[in-house]
């Protein structure tokens, strides 16, 4: 289970964002609109304790993030929380298949190129492995994207902004691909956005104004 209570985050300068609570049971399947500027990406960042919050505090299960160190946060999201960012942030230097095996190491996971074929080939990409992501299509590095937040079975999967830039085939695509593998490994899934392409598939919705 994901839990945040009273949420509420300040930059520097700025009024405080302050989030309603929030619980998602484990394979829930959420997606959190509002327009820009509504502290979307925000609480994504609180949720996937990329960012500390000013106030209030977010449990994944029995961790509350506010009672462990920073390292033994980086080490437990590493094992437990998948993200897909706006942008693709692979390693330019490194094959599709070493990124993915990286995940797995910085995940405290074993090394298993089955297992990333296995994923790989769901994904239809099995045949890139061995590409570096600069020579990969758009719609290829949201797939290799996708690949590293589910690689290490985690409990929680994150997702910001993926449809924004796609056309309304793409856009159909990448959300299947989220949600199948998000129910493949049993994970909460949380999409950000503003695209109103989206709500008809997410039965359960949380509107930031």
């Given at each position: 289970?994901?839990?945040?209570?009273?949420?509420?985050?300040?930059?520097?300068?700025?009024?405080?964002?302050?989030?309603?609570?929030?619980?998602?049971e484990q394979g829930d399947q959420w997606?959190?609109?509002?327009?820009?500027?509504?502290?979307?990406?925000?609480?994504?960042?609180?949720?996937?304790?990329?960012?500390?919050?000013?106030?209030?505090?977010?449990?994944?299960?029995?961790?509350?993030?506010?009672t462990i160190s920073a390292a033994r946060?980086?080490?437990?999201?590493?094992?437990?929380?998948?993200?897909?960012?706006?942008?693709?942030?692979?390693?330019?230097?490194?094959?599709?298949?070493?990124?993915?095996?990286?995940?797995?190491?910085?995940?405290?996971?074993?090394?298993?190129?089955?297992?990333?074929?296995?994923?790989?080939?769901?994904?239809?990409?099995?045949?890139?492995?061995?590409?570096?992501?600069?020579?990969?299509?758009?719609?290829?590095?949201?797939?290799?994207?996708?690949?590293?937040?589910?690689?290490?079975?985690?409990?929680?999967?994150?997702?910001?902004?993926?449809?924004?830039?796609?056309?309304?085939?793409?856009?159909?695509?990448?959300?299947?691909?989220?949600?199948?593998?998000?129910?493949?490994?049993?994970?909460?899934?949380?999409?950000?956005?503003?695209?109103?392409?989206?709500?008809?598939?997410?039965?359960?919705?949380?509107?930031?104004?």
């Amino acid at each position: 289970m994901l839990k945040s209570i009273n949420l509420s985050f300040q930059y520097s300068g700025s009024t405080p964002i302050r989030f309603p609570d929030f619980t998602a049971e484990q394979g829930d399947q959420w997606l959190i609109l509002g327009p820009s500027g509504s502290g979307k990406t925000t609480l994504l960042h609180l949720l996937g304790g990329l960012l500390s919050p000013t106030e209030g505090n977010v449990t994944l299960g029995d961790f509350n993030y506010a009672t462990i160190s920073a390292a033994r946060l980086d080490k437990f999201r590493g094992e437990n929380i998948g993200i897909v960012f706006q942008k693709a942030h692979a390693v330019q230097s490194l094959s599709v298949m070493e990124n993915l095996l990286l995940t797995q190491q910085l995940g405290g996971k074993s090394l298993d190129k089955k297992k990333i074929m296995d994923l790989l080939e769901r994904l239809q990409i099995a045949h890139k492995a061995n590409q570096k992501p600069n020579r990969l299509s758009a719609g290829e590095q949201q797939r290799v994207a996708i690949a590293r937040a589910v690689v290490n079975q985690p409990r929680l999967i994150l997702a910001d902004e993926p449809t924004s830039a796609l056309d309304d085939k793409n856009s159909t695509e990448v959300q299947n691909l989220l949600k199948e593998s998000a129910e493949a490994v049993k994970a909460i899934l949380l999409v950000v956005t503003h695209d109103n392409r989206l709500t008809s598939a997410f039965h359960k919705q949380l509107l930031l104004k």
